[in-house]
């Protein structure tokens, strides 16, 4: 059977079937701060797919970007008195720790915006030759008239599309804009912000045409996959739609997945209230795969809250399979083993699949014939992400 993943183009969970090798595009952090659970949760969905594609026996190509200059980090290293790159260097170092301490797959590549001026000023070039840009002010526009497919991935309306273009960051308002949606491909620098020399200006990239040249310079014309968090639908992948298929005349994406956001204990979580829960603080009172497991109970489609007691069902669920895997049988793996596999491709239910390793623990301890049945454990709990070779990280919270 096919793996099922849901499609947010098309609003439906569609069959999922790639070619022997995947290429995967997820959009990364923009490193202006701590990893928090949100993002976990985010590259924890991916990190799930890559594996059981893997189990399937494809090869998994999974770039994941660096965001590091935009309109987030330059204002946050100003506001610290350090320079942009220190700063970005210093919070990569963080998420990648993080990172590995919770078992992610590490990107085959990881690009840089930065590192990558050459080929955006080479895109922003291309849109304006093609009459898909246009220059006012300084900057380079999209112009989102000369791409009528414009929303068809968000399904959003005008005036939805132009309220979360002014919540993230699009300035609507901006009176040198043809049209509220258009957006920025390029921008003239403040004094104390990097700039790079380009044909139509000194300045910066925008954010979006980042991704885009990021992506083709990784994959060529269209990728199999590209995910991210839901807040990136419109409309940062909205735009990166139609500036790449604008030039490419191809489809930029085979499949469109997001996961929903995280909330803390009833609130949105977000730096300004104040409420981000950090991987790196909760790693020290935590064993990392404890909150693996603790954020595999909730299914990556369905936002869901944290709650500070929620690590105690991951911790609760380790200590089972802990003692499962030192028992000296149990009974016949297959059923449970469909079982994992089966949710994971049924649009990646990591609950359910969870569901089915706990009950195999279970059993386990209840006692079987199998002397297999213990190895068979390790490796579905390998398949999830969670290793069974060690004991309870010291400093963990206890049961």
């Known amino acids: 059977m096919a793996m099922h993943l849901y499609d947010t183009a098309q609003r439906a969970i569609k069959p999922f079937e790639p070619g022997p090798h995947v290429q995967m595009y997820v959009c990364g952090i923009t490193p202006y701060d701590s990893t928090h659970l949100g993002h976990a949760a985010t590259y924890l969905t991916y990190d799930l797919l890559i594996r059981r594609l893997e189990d399937l026996g494809h090869k998994v190509s999974m770039v994941r970007n660096v965001t590091d200059v935009d309109d987030s980090i330059l204002p946050k290293a100003r506001e610290l008195g350090i320079p942009y790159l220190e700063l970005a260097a210093k919070e990569m170092a963080r998420f990648h720790s993080d990172m590995e301490a919770l078992e992610m797959r590490p990107p085959t590549a990881e690009p840089r915006a930065t590192e990558t001026i050459d080929e955006i000023i080479a895109t922003v070039e291309r849109l304006l030759e093609s009459r898909n840009a246009y220059i006012a002010a300084g900057s380079v526009y999209f112009d989102i008239s000369t791409f009528p497919r414009f929303g068809e991935l968000s399904h959003y309306n005008r005036d939805q599309m132009i309220e979360l273009a002014r919540e993230r960051g699009g300035n609507p308002e901006d009176p040198h804009r043809r049209d509220p949606l258009d957006f920025v491909l390029w921008q003239p620098s403040l004094d104390d912000e990097p700039a790079w020399q380009?044909?139509?200006g000194i300045g910066r990239p925008g954010w979006h045409i980042e991704c885009s040249a990021m992506a083709m310079q990784e994959f060529g014309e269209t990728i199999d996959l590209h995910g991210?968090?839901?807040?990136?639908?419109?409309?940062?992948?909205?735009?990166?739609?139609?500036?790449?298929?604008?030039?490419?005349?191809?489809?930029?994406?085979?499949?469109?997945m997001h996961s929903a956001m995280v909330a803390y204990e009833g609130e949105k979580m977000s730096k300004s209230l104040g409420n981000l829960v950090f991987?790196?603080?909760?790693?020290?009172?935590?064993?990392?795969?404890?909150?693996?497991?603790?954020l595999m109970g909730h299914h990556y489609r369905s936002g869901f809250e944290w709650y500070d007691t929620d690590i105690q069902d991951g911790n609760a669920l380790l200590h089972r399979l802990l003692a499962a895997v030192a028992s000296p049988d149990g009974p016949d793996s297959k059923p449970f083993a469909d079982r994992v596999r089966a949710a994971i491709d049924a649009d990646l239910d990591a609950p359910k699949a969870l569901d089915a390793l706990g009950e195999f623990a279970d059993a386990i301890l209840s006692g079987g014939e199998d002397r297999t049945a213990p190895a068979a454990l390790a490796e579905l709990s390998a398949l999830l992400g969670v290793s069974l070779d060690r004991p309870i990280a010291q400093g963990a919270s206890p049961l």
């Open 228 to 256: 991210g968090g839901t807040d990136l639908i419109f409309p940062h992948h909205e735009c990166e739609i139609a500036q790449s298929e604008s030039l490419t005349g191809q489809p930029f994406v085979g499949h469109w």
């Open 279 to 294: 991987v790196s603080e909760l790693l020290k009172v935590a064993d990392p795969r404890a909150i693996r497991l603790a």
């Open 198 to 200: 380009a044909p139509f």
